[in-house]
């Protein structure tokens, strides 16, 4: 085994005997430019910074003191050393390039209780890769800065769903439906955010969402069923009213179809509706529930004070706060 590392993001595997640097990076996750794999295409070539690698000819590249790095292709190179080397346009296992497309817009409907269901098709045959629970920004005419939306589909269709919640008051909202409505084809760019699934975990997933939060939860979940996830996945899903619960549908069926799935909605019935105490009943649920929440994932999706009190209590049950995610932690600090 060969550790190497991939400059300049400092990308770190272990290449096995006999693999070559492209098998062992591909082994690892790390998604690097290729397109031929024959050594012909020139996409894979890379300099050496230092040890040592030999290609399929035969020829051995070494960095001499005060010498230029040598170049060579990563599908042909075999390391005899532990190497590092400089790529550029290398992802690692969390990361994805961004892309910006135009994407026809299919359908805008009211769900319920205000928040509508966008569903927009990607350009044929450019689908952009992401990973279950990130999201995306749309490019609105006329308003400056990004408007970010959760998606709510899983990765691998051509198809991107969107849940908006617009209230009549929520003018912002109301707009991009507006805008949505009126237009055959958006730009947008994706994907965004650190709190996702790469990849399907080896252990129990919470998942706790307020409101149109649960449009990530609902592309996790649908990540984690289409791979065949055997663990258990819980869902806790507060909301101000009963009236507000869009997706009532679409949890009976998942209860029906996953015997490892199941959930619980919390609603508070508040005259107030700037009031959050509910918040607090997404932590309690769960500790009500689970002996014990050392062993789990957790995805959170709300406001910052939900977000930040749901980490306190969880963390004092037990959890490994390295297996808690929220899109929150990116951009918001406690008070």
Known sequence: MYKVVIQPKGLEYFCEQGE????????????????????????????????????????KFVRTVGGEAPSFYLCHAFPQQDCEIFLEDVFGPSELPMKSIKCQVQHVKEMRAHVYQVVLMQPAGRAVEF??????????PGREGDVFFSIASAPGSRDIELHIQADPH?????????????????????PFGKSCLPKVPDKAVMLLAAGT???????????????????????????????????????????????????????????????????????????????????????????????????????????????FYSDVLEYATRD
């Open 20 to 59: 070559t640097l492209l098998e062992g990076a591909e082994r690892a996750g790390i998604k690097v430019p290729v397109s031929c794999k024959n050594g012909v295409c020139y996409i894979c070539e890379a300099d050496l910074r230092s040890g040592c690698v030999v290609d399929r000819r035969g020829r």
């Open 170 to 190: 929520l003018t912002s909202a109301c707009e991009m439906i507006e805008y949505l409505r009126e237009s055959s084809s958006i730009s947008i760019k994706l």
């Open 213 to 323: 939060g649960f449009a990530q939860m609902k592309s996790l979940i649908e990540y984690l069923f289409a791979n065949q996830f055997q663990h258990e996945v819980a869902l806790y899903w507060t909301l101000r009213k009963e009236s507000d619960l869009y997706a009532a549908e679409l949890l009976e069926e998942w209860s029906k179809l996953y015997a490892n799935f199941h959930y619980k909605t919390m609603v508070a019935e508040q005259s107030d509706q700037l009031n959050t105490e509910h918040h607090s009943q997404l932590a309690e649920a769960v500790l009500d529930e689970h002996d014990s929440v050392e062993d789990k994932i957790v995805f959170v999706s709300g406001s910052p004070k939900l977000v930040f009190s749901t980490m306190d209590a969880l963390a004092d049950g037990g959890l490994d706060l390295e297996n």
């Open 131 to 140: 990973f279950a629970g990130q999201y995306l920004s749309i490019d609105m």
